[in-house]
């Protein structure tokens, strides 16, 4: 017996150890504090919440797995144009593992830059290190504030802006907004602000979107031409893995995105994406996309190419490339 009790005694020395003299366990050591957030670029910091969350946020194999990557302002911005072709290229990109976009355009920097950098930031994409944050907003590129607040948040943002058909554009434009009003006045009534004269009414969006070479000057400002990319809407309907290979270069990432992603839809008169992301079936855009456009007067059509030329020539000198518009 006296055995058995030396044994039962020196067996709870160690098991016993953390008993307190009444028997109850001992309050356990209180963990050490996170450390302070410290002020700095805003794209940098994480939030308390992702530090508690993600103790080895350094491990992207746990990052992946927890969902817990960082929220980071985009490092690239599609700026414009509107019905240039930028949902498919946004929707194409999102295909690269390596790319991290919002869906919905965001208008941060035309109609809510009041709310601050850090509400912009919370409706970013979670990041792993090595991935690029994006985000599409075609109403950027015509406003004049855009360039010097994109420039404020990040002189190297990375800027590309999708072009088409200036003319095309300003029809693709307008049927649009005649499927949401179609009691509007036709496209050449809107065109001209006296038809007899034929002065064109440049007040008008659909045809002011379009004077690319005085929007881009606003943007040469601020960042320098070899930082911004232009796509061509056309070449990215007719040959979307040659246009791909190009932005996928611009970005500095690897050529993953290939013929092989894409299939024509005869219907649609558009690529579609063989896979889209997350997705194991084949994507097309929208029913809001491709629609027919209305029979527009062919005199309205010739003199809105005549005015656009110029502007175009001007364009082609700036950008380095001829878009082959006329």
């Known amino acids: 017996m006296l055995f058995l009790w030396l044994y039962m005694f020196y067996s709870c020395a160690g098991s016993c150890a953390g008993l307190t003299a009444r028997g109850s366990p001992a309050p356990p050591r209180a963990a050490p504090p996170l450390p302070p957030l410290l002020p700095g670029d805003p794209s940098e910091e994480s939030s308390l919440e992702e530090q508690r969350a993600a103790p080895d946020a350094g491990s992207p194999i746990s990052s992946f797995f927890n969902g817990s990557g960082t929220k980071r302002l985009p490092q690239a911005i599609i700026i414009g144009v509107k019905k240039g072709g930028t949902r498919a290229l946004l929707e194409f990109l999102r295909v690269h593992p390596d790319v991290r976009a919002v869906g919905a355009e965001p208008h941060f920097f035309d109609r809510n830059y009041e709310r601050g950098l850090a509400w912009y930031r919370e409706l970013m994409p979670r990041t792993l290190e090595g991935q690029i944050t994006m985000e599409k907003t075609p109403s950027y590129f015509v406003t004049k504030e855009a360039p010097a607040r994109i420039s404020s ?16 554009r300003a029809i693709s434009d307008y049927t649009q907004t005649l499927s949401k009003k179609p009691d509007i006045p036709t496209f050449e009534s809107l065109t001209f602000k006296n038809r007899t004269t034929g002065l064109i009414d440049t007040s008008w969006s659909a045809i002011q979107i379009g004077i690319y070479a ?22 990215l309907i007719s040959d979307p893995a040659g246009e791909l290979g190009r932005v996928q270069d611009f970005l500095g990432l690897k050529r993953i995105i290939t013929d092989k992603h894409f299939y024509f839809n005869k219907t649609k008169g558009f690529p579609c994406l063989k896979k889209a992301e997350g997705s194991s079936k084949p994507h097309c855009l929208g029913k809001t996309k491709g629609r027919t456009h209305p029979d527009i007067d062919q005199e309205v059509v010739q003199r809105l190419r005549d005015f656009y030329r110029p502007f175009n020539m001007k364009f082609y000198q700036m950008t380095g490339q001829d878009f082959g518009w006329d």
Request: charged share 20%; proline share 5%; net charge positive.
């Open 153 to 168: 948040m990040a002189k190297g943002t990375k800027l590309i802006v999708v072009v088409r058909d200036p003319v095309t």
């Open 214 to 235: 005085k929007h881009l000057e606003n943007w040469l400002l601020y960042f320098p031409i070899g930082q911004i990319l232009f796509v061509s809407g056309e070449r």
